[in-house]
């Protein structure tokens, strides 16, 4: 009798852990049906962002994003049964460090595909190697016009809107609110960024109003930290309008510092990536500035979630895993991971089910269209995705515990963007009021 | 008995060095090349840790080399590495004589602050003349050619090592002879007694004069290289950390002698990118402790423990042989 | 007019901040003969815990204004824990030996300090604003400026004037000055050297310590702000004179002047001034405007 139960016991055994394993594997079993042929065991994709520093504000963000969405297409069986393996890199250390990272994740980690850089500096630096080494890169933040304007590019994207939206938005939303401003005044940071901001702004503003003057023109240190000799400069000098594209730890500071002293009282200030920081701010925010999450088509109140279920799904889902409402850098990052896995899928379709290689990736990201929680967004020829954008005033919501933003203003990408060949400076020495 | 080994390792490390592009991946290549171009400005501040002096500047020299590379590239489209490499070395040498005239006056903790102004000075200028020098975001350099030749993309990398070991290699050859020679005696002796080199009827300022050029020509070398093989400058090539790393660096491999520095690039920059890959927020701390380390325990750097080593190993051998 | 009481307004507070980073450095050069590069660390392990006392008190509830006095604990802290340990562990192992190994040493505390923050705070920047905006603010020639920028001028100037009359009217300050002239005969009359060495060290560390707790509450503390203070207490400590205080508070005065005017004239050159004028002085007087010229000794 021994001599049947116990090979009969082991036979249960080995069925239960069979269907057990069968049922564990089961998705990937499913998917790997789907898999395209050719495909590698998972789609390595490099993120790229700031993970220390004063710029960790951005790259939290940036990574939280860039977490989440992964994990939720991998629940779902990945790219076509691709799963997707993330390959973290802190972006901080200067153009030329990132250099040597953007080598080693090509060439040491071998990714598939690159997504990130937050800092204009960055991405300047890392486009030709991009390129040298033909690694598909999509760019999320850094807004640079000169990335997409410069040069013809291959294997670089960027998946929205560069400076001179933020600086054309601000500019007309100026106008609006207060249309009878003599004086501008510009406090930015002395690189690409800062530099170019500033002149599209001035550029846009003089052209929308010629008799508009400029009584000061600031530049400071990348996160210089310390603005009080600045903040004095702007108080004797009292424009009507101030325009700043300070973000991360050195706007906070900005704010931190100016609003005790009545900067934002004197002048009306336009911050253009503030809205980055109005959960960070909270109180210390005044009402009244002009903040915009740059030229994004929305934030997490805009458009309304419960009408919206893509954005009603990420704003919930981001909530509820990182304690914050996603900002203008975790829909930047959703625009550009949403782009690259649209990309794929469509390459993979044209190529009639096998496994793309970087330059059929890049030849199904052009003309692409595709999903964001904020709608639809399009890339261009020329490797620049546009949409339009919102701006408004700042007022703070007991509700939420920081300021929102009113009076809300939104620009069609076709206002505040220069079409394919045209250079940002002659199409805002052109702009039609 | 024991000497017989020494030359045997140089020999060795050599056919290493020269063999590696058919070795190693990729990836190494790249760091081993950035360490050999690292090396000849780490070469540089070691001659001075020889007498004594240590210098928070020399990374000016280094950036007057990459932006002599930037600047050719951004001006007249003009990319070759083997015109611009002597071009780097004359500014490095053009600059050192203009303001070693200052600093030749000085030592000790002087030479030091001098050394660093001079060179945050350069790092202001570079940072705020934004439409000149690109500011922070710096200057791309593009693809280099080897006097026209312009090597097809699978091989490039290999024509920058080869060109920077090759470099490396006359480097070495050239700073020893110049140790050999009476200005390197001087030199050490500057870091023992001063007065003795006046009454032997030389000027220690001119000694340090000299040493400061020939160091200036081999920082501005360095930048050239780095320029190319990075493919884009920025300001903080001049910035003080940067000279502190090759201080580091020369402590590390060992000031002593003048492969140690070599030893002590190649280790640091493995060190840093493996290290910065696993432990990104230790990997200082880590490189803080190693030095800390030799410091106290063996001032003479990885230079001096393989030196430590061999004599060991010489000595057993010979001990064998006797018995 | 306004432009000028403007620009010595925000160079006085500049000054003030400076003399507090500087102070620290010279009197370890001084007494120690040793260019602490690790002092940058100390200053921003003294901004990181200042800011993390005082938050954490916030959180309490408590009355905002103990704030300032969490800022002064964060300070003794930092100084009485890191300074005998550093002096005593690391520095007192290189006396003696040659200046480069010295500063290499301090060199790689600092580097050790650098990430020992990121270990405990994270990378994340943080922010605590109380005791800056707590005190209000006040009109001078129509430009609002916060008190608490006139505390810390106030703190520098009864800070410096505090340590000057211990330097030169304590017994405890005399037995440093002769150690400062001369260390072998200090020993032979009995003086405790090593006692000496690490109260100096310890006391700079305070300062250096002091310096970030009191900057805290006006930026955002974030991992590698020091770097740029380390090399700015450098250009400040040679303009004035290594090893002396009076010379630090003057050197902070010139520097902080100097950058206030640049910003507010010439913003182009704000970084540049700085080093020309260290490099000017160092050329003119390399011991500094009120150093001492050194005599050689054989």
């Known amino acids: 009798m021994r001599r049947f139960t116990l090979p009969l016991g082991l036979l249960c055994c080995l069925l239960a852990v069979g269907a057990l394993a069968f049922i564990l594997t089961a998705p990937t079993q499913v998917a790997s049906q789907a898999r395209p042929a050719g495909a590698p065991a998972e789609l390595k994709v490099g993120f790229v962002d700031f993970l220390s520093g004063p710029a960790v504000l951005f790259g939290a963000s940036g990574k939280n994003t860039a977490e989440w969405l992964v994990d939720k297409w991998n629940k779902e069986g990945g790219i076509r049964g691709v799963k997707v393996k993330l390959v973290i890199v802190d972006e901080a250390g200067g153009p030329d460090k990132q250099v040597t990272e953007f080598r080693r994740l090509a060439l040491d980690e071998k990714v598939d595909a690159a997504v990130g850089f937050t800092s204009s500096a960055t991405c300047l630096a890392v486009a030709p190697v991009a390129e040298e080494l033909k690694v598909l890169t999509v760019v999320h933040i850094c807004g640079t016009r000169r990335l997409t304007e410069e040069r013809p590019l291959k294997y670089v994207f960027r998946t929205s809107n560069h400076q001179a939206a933020d600086s054309v938005m601000l500019a007309r939303y100026v106008l609006s609110v207060k249309p009878d401003v003599k004086t501008i005044a510009g406090a930015n940071e002395d690189y690409a960024w800062g530099r170019d901001s500033w002149d599209d702004f001035k550029g846009s503003m003089l052209r929308l109003k010629p008799d508009v003057k400029v009584v000061a023109e600031l530049w400071t240190k990348i996160q210089a930290g310390e603005y009080s000799a600045e903040i004095s400069k702007l108080l004797v000098a009292k424009p009507d309008v101030v325009h700043s594209t300070f973000w991360a730890a050195g706007l906070i500071t900005f704010v931190k510092q100016g609003a005790p002293r009545g900067l934002f009282k004197d002048s009306l200030v336009a911050l253009s990536v503030a809205e980055q920081s109005l959960q960070d701010l909270k109180k210390e925010m005044p009402d009244g500035v002009i903040v915009a999450p740059r030229a994004t088509p929305g934030y997490f109140l805009h458009p309304d979630p419960a009408k919206h279920p893509l954005q009603k799904e990420f704003v919930e889902g981001i909530k509820a895993r990182y304690g914050r409402y996603p900002e203008y850098a975790y829909h930047r990052t959703y625009q550009a991971f949403a782009g690259l896995k649209v990309a794929y899928e469509k390459a993979i379709d044209q190529g009639g089910g096998k496994w793309p290689k970087s330059e059929d990736v890049a030849k199904a990201f052009e003309g692409l269209t595709w999903q964001t929680p904020y709608g639809a967004i399009t890339m261009r020829a020329d490797h620049q995705a546009v949409h339009g954008g919102l701006v408004g005033l700042t007022k703070f919501n007991p509700q939420y515990g920081f300021p929102t933003i009113d009076r809300v203003a939104t620009f069609r990408a076709e206002e505040i963007m220069p079409p394919v060949g045209v250079k940002s400076p002659d199409w805002i020495g052109q702009l039609q009021k | ?323 | 007019m306004r432009l000028l009481t403007t620009i010595a307004m925000d160079g006085t507070v500049f000054a003030a901040i400076l003399f507090l980073i500087s102070v620290g450095l010279t009197l370890v050069f001084g007494v120690l003969r040793i260019l602490n590069v690790a002092h940058g660390g100390l200053y921003a392990f003294g901004a990181f815990t200042a800011t993390t006392l005082a938050v954490w008190l916030l959180d309490l509830g408590a009355n905002p204004y103990l704030t300032y006095l969490m800022l002064l604990v964060a300070a003794v802290l930092v100084g009485v824990i890191a300074g005998p340990l550093i002096e005593r562990v690391f520095l007192q192992r290189v006396y003696g030996r040659a200046e480069a190994i010295q500063l290499l040493l301090t060199f790689s505390i600092f580097l050790i300090l650098d990430d020992l923050i990121k270990l405990i705070w994270g990378t994340k920047p943080l922010f605590v604003s109380a005791p800056y905006t707590l005190l209000g603010e006040f009109s001078l020639s129509g430009i609002r400026y916060s008190w608490y920028q006139v505390v810390l001028i106030a703190v520098a100037i009864v800070f410096g004037g505090v340590l000057v009359w211990a330097v030169r009217g304590t017994r405890i300050g005399k037995i440093a000055v002769s150690v400062i002239n001369d260390r072998e005969i200090s020993q032979a009359i009995g003086i405790n050297v090593n006692r000496v060495y690490v109260g100096s060290f310890t006391l700079g560390a305070f300062c250096a310590a002091l310096g970030g707790a009191l900057i805290a509450p006006t930026i955002a503390v974030a991992p590698g702000f020091a770097v740029d203070a380390t090399v700015l207490a450098f250009a400040v400590i040679a303009i004035g004179g290594m090893g002396n205080l009076e010379g630090a508070a003057l050197g902070a005065l010139i520097v902080g002047l100097l950058r206030a005017m640049a910003v507010h004239l010439l913003p182009e050159a704000d970084l540049v001034v700085i080093y020309v004028a260290m490099i000017a002085v160092l050329v003119f007087r390399p011991q500094g405007l009120f150093g001492q010229v050194e005599l050689r000794r054989i």
């Open chain 2, 1 to 323: 008995m024991e000497t017989k080994r020494l030359p045997l390792a140089p020999a060795v490390g050599a056919g290493l060095l020269l063999v590696v592009p058919l070795v190693l991946p990729d990836w190494m290549k790249f760091i081993v090349t950035l360490a050999m171009a690292k090396f000849v400005a780490v070469l540089a501040v070691a001659l001075f840790l020889r007498a004594n002096l240590v210098t928070f500047g020399h990374a000016m020299f280094y950036a007057v080399g990459a932006y002599a590379v930037g600047f050719s590239v951004k001006w007249f489209g003009f990319g070759d590495v083997v015109v611009l490499l002597p071009v780097g070395a004359l500014l490095g040498a053009g600059v050192a004589a203009l303001v070693g005239l200052v600093i030749a006056r000085y030592r000790e903790v002087f030479f030091a602050m001098l050394n660093l102004a001079f060179s945050m000075m350069l790092y202001g200028v570079l940072l705020k003349l934004y439409w000149l020098t690109g500011g922070t975001d710096g200057l791309g350099v593009g693809v280099p050619t080897f006097l026209g030749y312009a090597p097809p993309r699978e091989y490039l990398r290999d024509f920058l090592y080869y060109t920077t070991l090759g470099v490396a290699g006359i480097v070495i050859y050239v700073v020893h002879r110049f140790l050999a020679s009476p200005l390197g005696f001087y030199l050490r002796a500057l870091a023992d007694n001063e007065i003795r080199i006046e009454y032997s009827g030389e000027s220690a300022r001119r000694v340090l004069y000299h040493t400061y050029v020939v160091s200036g020509a081999l920082g501005g070398l360095a930048g050239v290289l780095v320029a190319f093989t990075v493919g884009h400058i920025v300001p903080e090539y001049s910035f003080w950390i940067q000279s502190g790393d090759f201080v580091f660096v020369a402590l590390l491999g060992g000031y002593g002698s003048v492969v140690g520095p070599l030893i002590g690039s190649i280790a640091f920059e493995f060190i840093r990118t493996y290290a910065s890959k696993y432990f990104p927020n230790e990997w200082q701390m880590a490189l803080g402790i190693i030095m800390l380390a030799i410091i106290l325990f063996r001032p003479g750097g990885l230079w001096a423990i393989y030196e430590a080593l061999a004599a060991r190993v010489g000595r057993r051998t010979s001990e064998r042989q006797r018995a």
